[in-house]
């Protein structure tokens, strides 16, 4: 019932295979056009082929790796903690980028003095809607003393 999709790695992107029939398939007949699934499967591995691999510093290597960065080089066996520092670095022609650990970056002093520790003390409280009102008012008390003062014009110099 589904078709066959097979992804293969060709360079630095992969060739995707749909084995299905689409004889029967309506859209292909009528216009010529691909399923939308299988062009966004297209888009999602390309996307994928070119994004470089993630590593975050302190945790464990998922396989094998030799990084380079300039001159200097790091070897990590699978599951030992990738103790680097963050910036791009090289796997063979591929590059790496290694990521800073949140766990690093967490502090537990108290905030200094004047800094908000939440986004409800963050952002006012009404954001100044209690004004809005007012503004109203005034602009309506300037367009009638506008038109009242025009209205004298008019008649006083109008003659």
Do not use: H, N
Request: charged share 20%.
């Amino acid at each position: 019932e589904a078709p066959l999709v097979a992804a293969l790695p060709v360079g630095r992107g992969w060739a995707v295979v749909e084995l299905a029939d689409l004889a029967d398939d309506p859209a292909l007949v009528a216009r010529g056009t691909l399923p939308a699934w299988a062009l966004r499967s297209v888009r999602r591995l390309t996307a994928a082929a070119a994004a470089p691999r993630q590593l975050t510093a302190g945790t464990p290597a998922p396989a094998d790796l030799q990084l380079r960065r300039g001159a200097r080089e790091a070897t990590f066996k699978a599951g030992e903690p990738v103790m680097l520092e963050p910036g791009c670095w090289r796997a063979d022609a591929d590059p790496v980028l290694v990521l800073p650990s949140r766990e690093e970056g967490r502090t537990e002093a108290p905030p200094p003095p004047g800094t908000a520790t939440s986004l409800e003390s963050a952002l006012p409280g009404s954001g100044g809607r209690e004004l809005a009102l007012w503004i109203l008012l005034a602009a309506l008390a300037l367009a009638i003393t506008e038109g009242l003062v025009a209205a004298w014009a008019g008649r006083a110099y109008g003659k």
